[in-house]
């Protein structure tokens, strides 16, 4: 899994070892050839604030960085869901904000801009976890049938795609800010209905017999398309 810094040119990846390893990509000069471009990954130098490779002792799921660069959160194997502080050199761990059952996969997390951390998991239900009191938490569609497998914010703040593990992606229209005066900056509750946008599936001809399940989603930058 990896996850690109915001406004740096730097790519943070882990995996099944356990590295948090921080990737510099170095933009080459201007080609004669504008098709044949190459960029330069460098995972050599043992630089903090460049390449590296940091131990997180732990299979690592997922991984995602807050908007501002300063904190990851990563999803391990064990179900632990746990933020690190980006701003010191071996990305100290700052605590474990929520665990997944037991026998159950943490798939993906994300941050909703700086009010959320999304957790998506074979839990049915999605995480939105306080960022501002990680102590606070809500779920939504949690009478879901099927867990979550991949999550996706729109970088302008107002939805959150999610692919469940029967490969349907679900769109939802996040509450604004304005409405999230409970505790933590969360919404005193969440009616899924009013949040619940559409439903869509991958088909080859538009029948039910040829339906493909959806992997996964990513936003446009600008949050145009999905």
């Given at each position: 899994?990896?996850?690109?810094?915001?406004?740096?040119?730097?790519?943070?990846?882990?995996?099944?070892?356990?590295?948090?390893?921080?990737?510099?990509?170095?933009?080459?000069?201007?080609?004669?050839?504008?098709?044949?471009?190459?960029?330069?990954?460098?995972?050599?130098?043992?630089?903090?604030?460049?390449?590296?490779?940091?131990?997180?002792?732990?299979?690592?799921?997922?991984?995602?960085?807050?908007?501002?660069?300063?904190?990851?959160?990563?999803?391990?194997?064990?179900?632990?869901?746990?933020?690190?502080?980006?701003?010191?050199?071996?990305?100290?761990?700052?605590?474990?904000?929520?665990?997944?059952?037991?026998?159950?996969?943490?798939?993906?997390?994300?941050?909703?801009?700086?009010?959320?951390?999304?957790?998506?998991?074979?839990?049915?239900?999605?995480?939105?976890?306080?960022?501002?009191?990680?102590?606070k938490m809500l779920v939504i569609d949690g009478k879901a049938k099927t867990g979550t497998k991949s999550i996706a914010v729109d970088p302008r703040g107002e939805w959150l795609a999610a692919t469940d593990l029967e490969g349907c992606l679900k769109l939802y229209r996040m509450p604004p800010a304005s409405a999230c005066d409970g505790e933590g900056g969360l919404p005193d509750s969440i009616d899924v209905d009013e949040m619940w946008a559409e439903t869509i599936t991958a088909r080859d001809d538009g029948s039910d017999e040829t339906k493909h399940q959806i992997a996964h989603s990513v936003w446009h930058p600008k949050g145009d398309f999905l």
């Open positions: 899994c990896l996850a690109p810094a915001t406004g740096k040119p730097l790519l943070v990846s882990a995996g099944a070892d356990g590295e948090l390893k921080f990737v510099k990509v170095t933009e080459p000069a201007a080609p004669a050839d504008p098709a044949s471009v190459t960029w330069k990954l460098d995972v050599e130098e043992q630089e903090r604030d460049g390449a590296g490779e940091i131990d997180l002792e732990g299979e690592v799921n997922a991984l995602a960085l807050s908007t501002d660069g300063t904190e990851l959160v990563v999803a391990l194997s064990n179900g632990a869901i746990q933020t690190h502080d980006m701003t010191t050199d071996s990305a100290e761990l700052k605590e474990c904000v929520t665990r997944v059952a037991a026998g159950m996969r943490a798939r993906d997390v994300a941050y909703f801009g700086d009010r959320y951390i999304v957790v998506a998991s074979d839990e049915p239900g999605i995480r939105l976890i306080s960022c501002a009191d990680p102590t």
